[in-house]
């Protein structure tokens, strides 16, 4: 746990193009995720991504007073399928959720 105020300049997304490091030390770094355009916007995810839209948004909105209405967030809102991790999908570990009332099961 660390108190890390350059964070605050980097602004929060649910498909973030950089994530937060620290070493041993406890010296914080922004780390590019991908290539990121000049002029764009540097940003990390506040929450925990592995977590669905519905409990990313409560911890924003609690924690951080972020009503997220990202991309991301509202295809997952529409789309019970876009729930499940892209890459477990594509490694046949999982069927994709076909309604929300089996990403409640689950």
Known sequence: CGVF?????VRHSC???????TNPGLSFRSVAARDIEKGEIITASYVDLDQDA???KQQLLEN???????????????DPSSTMSPFLANEGYFNPPSSFAEVEQY
């Not at 105020?5 to 300049?9: A, D, G, H, L, R």
């Not at 498909?15 to 490091?21: Q, Y």
């Open 5 to 9: 105020p350059i964070t605050k300049k």
């Open 64 to 78: 951080f007073a972020i009503d997220c209405k990202c991309l991301k967030c509202e295809k997952e809102d529409t």
């Open 54 to 56: 519905r409990w990313r």
């Open 15 to 21: 498909s973030p193009n950089s994530f937060t490091a």
